[in-house]
Nanobody
Framework: QVQVVESGGGLVQPGGSLRLSCAAS????????MGWYRQAPGKQRELVAA???????NYADSVKGRFTISRDNAKNTVYLQMNSLKPEDTAVYYC?????????????WGQGTQVTVSS
């Protein structure tokens, strides 16, 4: 059974950092492109960052230079290091398999992890 479980969210002050984790199971993780999406209240879900099996990455313009996506194939886990957080980064963050580093969602969404940036 394919499953992704996100964790690491929380409440952080502007300028702070968080590292999200996504543990995957039920598929051959090492050969799949993985991505992080987020959805803020009242907004559409958007692609934040993606990483291919070979380590090529793609970032939304709004997070370039602040967020870093990485993966550990031995642990079937993808990470999102978020630095210099802003209130507009507040959202539920989801990880999911992609057909390419530019999008193409396939599979089921996990429960997500809430990130709140507020003073």
């Amino acid at each position: 059974q394919v499953q992704v479980v996100e964790s690491g969210g929380g409440l952080v002050q502007p300028g702070g950092s968080l590292r999200l984790s996504c543990a995957a199971s039920g598929f051959t993780f090492s050969i799949k492109t993985m991505g992080w999406y987020r959805q803020a209240p009242g907004k559409q879900r958007e692609l934040v960052a993606a990483i291919t099996s070979g380590g090529d990455t793609n970032y939304a313009d709004s997070v370039k230079g602040r967020f870093t996506i990485s993966r550990d194939n031995a642990k079937n886990t993808v990470y999102l290091q978020m630095n210099s957080l802003k209130p507009e980064d507040t959202a539920v963050y989801y990880c999911i398999r992609l057909t390419s580093r530019y999008g193409g969602v396939y599979g089921s969404w996990g429960q997500g992890t809430q990130v709140t940036v507020s003073s």
